[in-house]
């Protein structure tokens, strides 16, 4: 794979390191530095959604007719990479990265041209609601109900592990609206107002303390025919098109590769880089550059127009395991130091970084590397990157069936 650049490719990196120069502020770049989830808040994640919006950089992926980039994979790798490299905040997946390309692939044109525009502008802000408690991996096991009333769903049932669903407006959603067949069969898409009456949010709190993920709650919920996203009873082609996204549209490696680069710098300033530990990192970076080369060959096949196919569950076993992997390192590297690390749960200002919120619960001066405060809550929360959207598992299932036939 020749992965050298031509020289408009360089000239639009140097745009692109340029743009973060003038646009990364120093509280976004901090609060990037601190995260403990996958996902920024709402406040910071919209934040940097509307600059990303106003240069019109928000959603690479998506064609142009919608708000896409157009630009050519090498561009996408290098921004990706630039926007790893300057510590930029993940936007939220839920809206750009998920529904969106749902809609597009399977939305009425009446649905994208109402709700593409609002996901951009993040006048709808969205969660999903898959998983039950009874169907997570096995998530055709959900029942959900969706039941016929003239122009509309009446739905009942509830979700779990629905992140961001205290922030959300709107919920993509799988429904039971036929129980007689196969139980894929008789699956729909639907678009859920979540500000209508018989919808109630309870929230999860995460072993590191933080709220991220909910439980969710249908009573005759009303949802007009018209928000269904492909046909009643085959949403369940759309719910696979979409995780295809979720588990491989987008790029593990920069992301990995920076916060391995910080993990050895740490080390390094901190005197701790011993031959063993040295060791570690490059065997972990040899893996992490092994599927980032994955990742652009994938990249140049989604341009093509192209979907993630199979390849989305390689993707996300290897990002999942090599992530945690990074957090084993950490937890390593911060030694003794973890031993201050309490849960902390949202402030009444709001949610508090963990980083932060420790420094918070103490009079005393933190002393230590600067990772540590954030190690032990990263750990636990990246626990669940093998076991959201279809555990690893599952993913070695699919792949042992779609790939080797067995």
Same mark, same amino acid.
């Given at each position: ?284 970076? $040899? =893996?992490? /550059?092994? !599927?980032?080369?994955? *990742?652009?060959?994938?990249?140049? #096949?989604? &341009? ?50 963990? $980083? =932060?919120? /420790?420094? !918070?619960?103490?009079? *005393?001066?933190?002393?230590?590397? #600067?990772? &540590? ?34």
């Amino acid at each position: 794979m020749n992965l050298s650049f031509t020289r408009e490719e360089e000239a639009f990196r140097d745009e692109v390191r340029a743009f973060l120069d003038e646009n990364l502020s120093e509280d976004l770049r901090a609060y990037a530095k601190r995260m403990t989830s996958v996902y920024s808040t709402k406040p910071i994640g919209m934040k940097w959604q509307q600059i990303l919006v106003k240069q019109g950089w928000a959603c690479p992926s998506w064609p142009v007719e919608y708000g896409g980039t157009g630009w050519t994979p090498a561009q996408r790798y290098i921004f990706d990479v630039e926007m790893a490299r300057a510590g930029a905040p993940p936007l939220s997946p839920m809206g750009i990265g998920m529904c969106g390309p749902a809609l597009i692939g399977h939305g009425s044109k009446e649905q994208k041209d109402y709700y593409l525009p609002r996901i951009l502008s993040g006048e709808d802000f969205w969660c999903q609601g898959y998983s039950e408690p009874h169907a997570g991996s096995d998530l055709a096991a959900l029942t959900m109900s969706a039941v016929d009333d003239d122009d509309a769903f009446i739905c009942n049932g509830s979700k779990i592990w629905t992140t961001h669903a205290h922030e959300a407006n709107k919920m993509f959603c799988l429904v039971r609206t036929d129980s007689s067949g196969k139980l894929q069969q008789g699956i729909t898409f639907l678009l859920i107002d979540m500000t209508q009456p018989g919808v109630k949010v309870d929230p999860i709190l995460m072993l590191s303390g933080e709220h991220i993920q909910n439980a969710v709650f249908f009573t005759d919920v009303r949802v007009p025919k018209a928000n269904v996203v492909g046909k009643v009873n085959e949403g369940w082609t759309v719910a696979k098109y979409l995780l295809e996204f979720e588990r491989g549209g987008s790029c593990y490696g920069p992301r990995l590769l920076a916060r391995l680069r910080a993990i050895r710098a740490t080390a390094a300033e901190e005197g701790l880089m011993d031959p063993g530990f040295a060791r570690k990192l490059s065997l972990a970076e $040899a =893996d992490i /550059l092994a !599927l980032e080369a994955a *990742e652009l060959q994938q990249m140049s #096949e989604l &341009a093509t127009g192209g979907t993630p196919g199979l390849k989305a569950s390689m993707m996300k076993i290897r990002g999942t395991e090599l992530s945690q992997h990074l957090t084993e390192l950490s937890i390593e590297l911060a030694g003794v130091y973890v031993a201050p690390f309490q849960p902390q749960h949202t402030s009444p200002g709001g949610p508090v970084p963990v $980083a =932060d919120a /420790l420094r !918070l619960s103490s009079n *005393e001066p933190f002393v230590g590397p #600067e990772s &540590a405060l954030t190690a032990p809550a990263k750990y636990l929360n990246d626990r669940a990157g093998s076991i959201y959207a279809g555990s690893n598992e599952i993913q070695r299932g699919i792949l042992s069936k779609g790939q080797l036939g067995l």
